[in-house]
Nanobody
Framework: VQLQASGGGLVQAGGSLRLSCAASRRTFSRYVMAWFHQAPGKEREFVAAVTWTWSGGDTDYADSVKGRFTCSRDTAKNTVYLQMNSLKPEDTAVYYC????????????????WGQGTPVTVSS
């Protein structure tokens, strides 16, 4: 599975961005999809994940983004999204999408497939 992340950019605090992650295979629809971010000098951290179910998927969010970010998937387009609202300067990081065939996890090492990352900068 190849993943292509896009949608990052520069935004003022309080603004919104929508990240997209396109997968190369239709079978991605059965994969757990997740978003992580990594700020300079820091470790890669879990942001959100969406599982696969016939009705869409269950989601999980880091406490720091609950109520502000929404993770969703469009299986017809082989794409997962991260809608980011009420952005804060501390959200500034490179955002990565990841995929795995196993159960959802908040640990980067549990994911086998990664996109190239898209930078998000939130100015105060």
């Amino acid at each position: 599975v190849q993943l292509q992340a896009s949608g990052g950019g520069l935004v003022q605090a309080g603004g919104s961005l929508r990240l997209s992650c396109a997968a190369s295979r239709r079978t991605f629809s059965r994969y757990v999809m997740a978003w992580f971010h990594q700020a300079p000098g820091k470790e890669r951290e879990f942001v959100a994940a969406v599982t696969w179910t016939w009705s869409g998927g269950d989601t999980d969010y880091a406490d720091s983004v609950k109520g502000r970010f929404t993770c969703s998937r469009d299986t017809a387009k082989n794409t997962v999204y991260l809608q980011m609202n009420s952005l804060k300067p501390e959200d500034t990081a490179v955002y990565y999408c990841a995929a795995d065939q196993n159960r959802p996890s908040r640990y980067p090492n549990d994911y086998d497939y990664w996109g190239q990352g898209t930078p998000v900068t939130v100015s105060s």
